[in-house]
């Protein structure tokens, strides 16, 4: 059976992570996944193989976490961080960087915002990968 291979990105106010081989991985260790990120109220996007979490943890944070809970997966930390200038001018997150949002709150844009931030919300998205 192989080990599932966790890619953390930490974000300013959330953490994601890139499942990179699910496709490879049993139902029973996908439904474990789903657990993990359930319990944390957090977001599996199964089309982008992809869970975010609105939790500010660092990525050593994350191992020690894993490993509290025996979860068996390989992990590796992208160091991908970029700031986008652009200012989100509208909800909850008013005044926020795109770049500094939840990626639980992207995803959720995504599917309910159609406005003239559509782009820079599209082009935040695929920089992240989510």
Not at 33 to 41: K, L, M
Not at 72 to 81: M, P, R, Y
Not at 88 to 98: D, E, P, R
Not at 101 to 124: A, F, H, I, M, Q
């Amino acid at each position: 059976m192989p080990t599932p291979h966790f890619i953390f990105t930490k974000n300013k106010n959330s953490f994601c992570v890139h499942v990179k081989n699910l496709e490879e991985l049993s139902v029973e260790q996908i439904q474990e996944i789903e657990h993990f990120v359930d319990v944390r109220n957090g977001y599996f996007d199964f089309n982008t193989y992809t869970f975010s979490i609105n939790k500010n943890l660092q990525y050593q944070e994350f191992i020690k976490l894993l490993d509290t809970l025996h979860v068996n997966a390989l992990t590796e930390e992208s160091l991908a961080v970029q700031k986008n200038g652009e200012k989100i001018s509208f909800g909850q997150y008013k005044g926020m960087l795109y770049s500094e949002l939840p990626d639980s709150y992207l995803l959720w844009l995504k599917n309910n915002y159609s406005g003239r931030d559509r782009e820079v919300l599209c082009d935040e998205i695929a920089r992240r990968k989510i």
